[in-house]
């Protein structure tokens, strides 16, 4: 069984599967649709994923695709079914439960209200806007999630102290925090279960600047030239 995923370096969604690939310790091969320069509305995406999104995970046998799995959820959720060691979901029901809604609160309260067709909307409608209503959305949403996986449950990571589930979701939301301007001090919790992710090889190896179509770092300005 091969594994390919349709992804783009930036989009946090298709980091989270990238996170629990690696995790899993699975061979997979990265196909690269670039957000920015429109190849999600091709035809080609379509056939893949009817909303044209990504991430898309095809899944072959030889060269014969044997499905397409989409959304992030779902696809990681297939993966711990069908490669259950390491397991990104606890052994209880409670603790299922738990993780679920730490990783829904991101995916569905946080995530969808600074998407990218959102705030072009947005600004299409008021110029400039679109920056402020990420940022509240992005802020209130974290300040929520500080709450919940501070309320017991967590060890090192946001459930016990495995990686799991609810951690695919967090890291690339707080990158995403970071890129609107939130200030995320006020997480203490978030942040060090971020700092025990980024520890891991997993996790390194799923950022953004890791992957194959992430845009060259800019040069280094020369030094100014000294007068004589």
Request: charged residues 20%; glycine residues 8%.
């Amino acid at each position: 069984m091969n594994l390919t995923l349709y992804s783009y370096w930036r989009s946090s969604s298709a980091w989270r599967v990238r996170i629990a690939l690696e995790l899993k310790g699975l061979a997979w091969q990265y196909a690269a649709v670039n957000l920015l320069h429109g190849e999600q509305w091709s035809a080609e995406q379509k056939a893949r994923n009817p909303t044209h999104q990504v991430p898309v995970l095809e899944v072959l046998e030889g060269a014969r695709p044997l499905r397409r799995l989409v959304q992030s959820m779902a696809i990681i959720e297939w993966l711990d079914e069908v490669h259950p060691s390491p397991p990104l979901l606890p052994p209880t029901a409670d603790g299922r439960a738990r993780v679920r809604a730490l990783a829904e609160h991101v995916n569905s309260g946080i995530q969808p209200m600074q998407n990218a067709i959102v705030l072009k909307l947005l600004r299409e409608k008021v110029p400039g806007w679109d920056q402020e209503w990420a940022r509240n959305a992005i802020g209130g949403g974290l300040t929520a999630l500080e709450t919940a996986v501070g309320d017991g449950g967590a060890g090192r990571f946001c459930h016990g102290d495995a990686p799991g589930l609810a951690d695919c979701y967090l890291v690339p939301q707080l990158y995403n925090a970071r890129r609107f301007g939130v200030e995320t001090a006020g997480f203490p919790t978030l942040l060090r279960v971020e700092a025990a992710c980024a520890a891991l090889p997993a996790f390194q190896a799923a950022h953004p600047d890791r992957q194959p179509d992430a845009p060259a770092p800019a040069p280094a300005p020369a030094p100014a030239a000294r007068s004589t």
